[in-house]
């Protein structure tokens, strides 16, 4: 059975994009132990045509939800002006019309796109009318056909819904002439924004209070910033391969993302002026010094070295020829 949605002519071409999860999941079977777990089905929905996008996912955190809304303006070939979902947790925190607390990665992802999050308010039903038919649409006209078939991947069953879908999409409609497929060519596709050069990287956002030694930690990696901001604490924005440390909006450090642990990243800019001859230290320097004090002065310089996961953490406690 087929839900067909009165397309109403005041609905401007790549204005709005409805998103909601399916109340209805779909079993994914382990093909070694039988663990079956329940796949989330996601769908979007454009306004003007009712061009429906979706696909399953295995869990609403926002990894999935990022991932699942890129998936989605490719699928399209282009971005709305505005995102409407359902009062999503992992996405949005606080539903407002005019104010809407994002998640600070969901906020990062729409202003890469250049697109609006403008999130469904509660207990406002005409606000996700859309979303809402688009999901009993995908529930009956996809999932009613899928309930019966054993799926061993997710990647089998996101091919399985991409057919389908695009059968819906293609199926003429019974009280309009064409169908979404055929009214997202004339409306919509010809309305969106073009998608962005290069594709979103997920990058997460969190606040961090600049120590003494003008480092922030991030994931058991310290990374400097400017002394100035010691015991400031920055906004920071950290992705698989860059660290940006943010105060008031403005960059003040970046750094390429270092994943090891205990580990030190430090511009030389970024130190006071006493302490940036240190960088022009090494570990061989302190030695020869210490080989000129002494052999005891030596076994001490080589212990500190040690001890310390990095080396330059020791400097300052090590003796040198200028001190004498």
């Known amino acids: 059975m087929e839900l067909d949605v009165t397309m109403r002519h005041d609905h401007r071409a790549g204005e709005k994009l409805f998103i909601d999860y399916a109340g209805q999941t779909v ?9 079956i777990r329940k796949a989330q089905i ?36 282009g971005v709305p002006e505005v995102i409407v979902p359902d009062n999503l947790k992992s996405g949005v925190t606080k539903a407002c019309r005019y104010e809407p607390d994002l998640n600070p990665t969901y906020h990062d992802l729409a202003c890469h796109y ?6 469904a308010r509660a207990r406002k039903p005409r606000d996700k009318a859309k979303a809402e038919a688009g999901v009993l649409l995908v529930e009956r ?7 019966k078939r054993t799926f061993f991947s997710l990647t089998d069953l996101n091919r399985e819904l991409l057919k ?21 060519e004339e409306l919509d596709r010809p309305a969106l924004k073009a998608l962005p050069v290069s594709a979103y990287e997920l990058a997460y956002w969190i606040k961090a209070t600049v120590h003494l030694d003008y480092h ?17 604490q920055l906004n920071i924005r950290y992705s698989k391969n860059t660290v940006e440390c ?10 390429v993302r270092d994943e090891q642990r205990g580990g030190h990243a430090t511009v030389k800019e970024h130190m006071p002026v006493k302490h940036q001859k240190y960088m022009e230290w090494t570990p061989e320097r302190f030695k020869r010094w210490a080989t000129k004090i002494g052999p005891e002065t030596l076994c001490f310089t080589e212990t500190l070295l040690v ?15 200028e001190d004498h």
């Open 114 to 119: 250049q697109t609006m999050v403008v999130p």
């Open 27 to 35: 079993e994914i079977t382990d093909r070694l132990t039988g663990e």
């Open 141 to 147: 006209w996809i999932l009613g056909r899928l309930c």
């Open 42 to 77: 996601f769908v979007a929905v454009l306004w003007a045509s009712n061009y429906t996008y979706a696909e399953a996912t295995l869990s609403q955190q926002i990894e999935d939800w990022i991932g699942s809304h890129v998936r989605t303006f490719n699928y399209f070939g």
């Open 246 to 255: 943010f105060q008031h909006g403005k960059r003040v450090a970046s750094h």
């Open 216 to 232: 922030i930690e991030v994931e058991g990696h310290y990374y400097s910033v400017p002394y100035t901001l010691v015991k400031k």
């Open 164 to 184: 389908l879908l695009q059968d819906l999409n293609n199926k003429a409609f019974k009280k309009l002439p064409g169908s979404r497929k055929s009214r997202f």
């Open 307 to 321: 001890q310390r996961a990095h080396p330059q953490q020791a400097y300052r406690s090590l003796p040198t020829t």
